[in-house]
């Protein structure tokens, strides 16, 4: 029940999202995954914030980048819908909610958040499968050097996926893929973030 502990490794309370998202600008990124919220233990939870507002204003001054969120992990009991999670509400960015796997992927799993943000809009903007998702592990021992791997569900299982096919998606196009279905450097081009949103 700790609000600070809800954001590991960025402090609390978070006042300006905007020199994180530069700094992954700076060196080059143009997708940014984030499998957390900010406010996972107020009363609402599908609120539009400050730090969605840094999200959108972020991504307005910089159309090639797309910030990716979870959308949370609020989903369960069902019909607990309004549960996004800041700054998954954010307009410009990109919330993931979570699917089970394999043939059951094209279900919602039960503990994503649902929309729609207090203003009305739909949110996850995408899902992705997110059930029992196996991937690296530590145990918390830098000298230890592990490679362990864990299984987890939630939406931050959710957000990585669907960022990682954001960037397929952006170099289908860049590589000029689109329109002919073959790499052609001259239909190359460097898709914005809406677009890459949209195609998803």
């Not at 609000?3 to 402090?11: F, Q």
């Not at 998702?133 to 957000?159: K, L």
Request: with cysteine; charged share 15%; hydrophobic share 35%.
């Amino acid at each position: 029940a700790d609000d600070c502990g809800d954001l590991p490794g960025l402090g609390c309370p978070v006042t300006d999202l905007t020199p994180i998202f530069q700094q992954a600008y700076d060196q080059g990124a143009r997708v940014h995954n984030n499998s957390w919220n900010d406010n996972e233990n107020a009363a609402i939870q599908n609120a539009y914030t400050d730090a969605s507002q840094d999200v959108d204003e972020f991504i307005w001054n910089n159309r090639d980048f797309l910030i990716v969120f979870g959308a949370g992990n609020q989903g369960y009991p069902a019909g607990n819908y309004g549960k996004i999670g800041s700054p998954g509400t954010a307009k410009n960015g990109m919330s993931v909610g979570a699917t089970y796997y394999g043939e059951y992927a094209e279900n919602l799993a039960d503990i994503s958040s649902w929309g729609p943000t207090d203003d009305g809009r739909i949110k996850p903007d995408v899902v992705f499968p997110a059930a029992s998702i196996v991937s690296a592990r530590n145990d918390g021992d830098v000298t230890s050097n592990n490679c362990e791997t864990g299984g987890s569900t939630g939406t931050s299982m959710a957000a990585p996926g669907a960022a990682g096919m954001s960037l397929l998606v952006r170099d289908y196009f860049s590589q000029g893929f689109y329109p002919s279905g073959a790499a052609n450097p001259a239909d190359s081009f460097e898709p914005g973030s809406a677009l890459v949103k949209a195609v998803l």
